[in-house]
């Protein structure tokens, strides 16, 4: 098979995987950037939850979504931004609009809170900071931005943890920074009181010092 040949095939093959309703339906509700998991995917596409788990099989194979699992859970997501940017183009000539990502988590939890996995800290607050760096392979630009706000990397690359890692946030179904580059970050935020903490719950409550703070270094309103 020549290469135009080869072509043709993949793209029919993408585009079969897209044309059944209830796997586009999955696809296009994934758009918000927000990852779920495969019985919420089943209430979205309509159908059953072992339907749902065949479909999302058959997407992956496509290589149009991926999963993320975290616990017991399993989270699906788009494989990526050319995946997203396909859909788009499809939405533009179908002229359909998509409904948002609305959490049901309270709202003092979604802005910020402690996370069970490491220590650190998640929620809006900290889902953030993590579209503005790569934290497998941290860059140049991502180490001076963490050292500025006091983050020793050298020493927090040498303790015996993981030193950072996308840790999937429950409530904004974003990943926030997780390991030990997670964990300083909390620790900045407390001394710097840009959040504090809740005497009985993981909820942190952000000062008003710390919403002008991730406003002005993220351009994150809360």
């Not at 586009?24 to 919420?40: C, K, N, Q, V």
């Not at 991502?142 to 983050?151: D, R, S």
Request: glycine share 8%; with cysteine; hydrophobic share 40%.
């Amino acid at each position: 098979m020549n290469v135009e040949h080869h072509a043709d095939a993949a793209i029919s093959r993408i585009a079969a995987a897209i044309g059944e309703p209830a796997r586009a339906r999955i696809l296009y509700r994934l758009m918000d950037g927000h990852a779920r998991t495969s019985t919420e995917l089943s209430v979205v596409a309509e159908v059953s939850p072992s339907t749902a788990s065949a479909h999302l099989n058959r997407l992956m194979i496509a290589h149009l979504v991926k999963v993320l699992v975290q616990g017991k859970h399993r989270f699906y997501s788009l494989e990526g931004p050319d995946v997203a940017s396909a859909l788009e183009g499809l939405s533009v000539l179908a002229g359909g609009s998509r409904d948002k990502f609305v959490p049901s988590t309270p709202s003092r939890l979604r802005a910020a809170r402690t996370c069970y996995d490491h220590g650190g800290h998640s929620g809006r607050i900290a889902a953030r900071p993590l579209q503005s760096f790569t934290v497998a392979d941290l860059t140049s630009d991502g180490t001076k931005a963490f050292e500025a706000l006091g983050i020793d990397i050298q020493a927090t690359r040498m303790l015996r943890r993981r030193f950072a890692c996308a840790c999937l946030d429950w409530s904004e179904r974003r990943p926030h920074v997780g390991g030990a580059l997670g964990a300083a970050l909390l620790r900045v935020a407390l001394e710097r009181k840009w959040v504090v903490q809740d005497l009985d719950s993981r909820a942190l409550g952000v000062t008003s010092l710390g919403r002008r703070e991730t406003l002005t270094r993220f351009g994150l309103h809360l």
